[in-house]
């Protein structure tokens, strides 16, 4: 069974950085396409950014230019690199891994989920 497990979250004042990890069991990251996802309080899942397994990155207009997503095949684990967070980037953040090799960056094109990881970013 595919396992998905996140850490990294945290609470940061705006104008911070905190670094998301999501290591994968049962999955192989190098030719997988992976993603990260965010919902806050009341509003529903969004995508934030995705890594397709021949390393091709999509992200959200919201965080385009601040976030980088990225992986690490020989440690099969994906990172979000968030820098210059502002408070609206407050969610909990979810590491996603699709059956394919390439996916758009929507919920409908992952099939495995992680527990999620809180960020929370004051102002």
């Known amino acids: 069974q595919v396992q998905l497990a996140e850490s990294g979250g945290g609470s940061v004042q705006a104008g911070g950085s905190l670094r998301l990890s999501c290591a994968a069991s049962?999955?192989?990251?190098?030719?997988?396409?992976m993603g990260w996802f965010r919902q806050a309080p009341g509003k529903e899942r969004e995508g934030v950014a995705r890594?397709?397994?021949?390393?091709?990155?999509a992200y959200s207009d919201s965080v385009k230019g601040r976030f980088t997503i990225s992986k690490d095949n020989a440690k099969n684990t994906v990172a979000l690199q968030m820098n210059s967070l502002k408070p609206e980037d407050t969610a909990m953040y979810y590491c996603a891994a699709s059956q394919y090799s390439r996916c758009e960056l929507a919920e409908s094109a992952f099939r495995y989920w992680g527990q999620g990881t809180q960020v929370t970013v004051s102002s």
């Open positions: 049962r999955y192989y990251v190098s030719t997988g396409c």
């Open positions: 890594i397709t397994g021949g390393f091709g990155l």
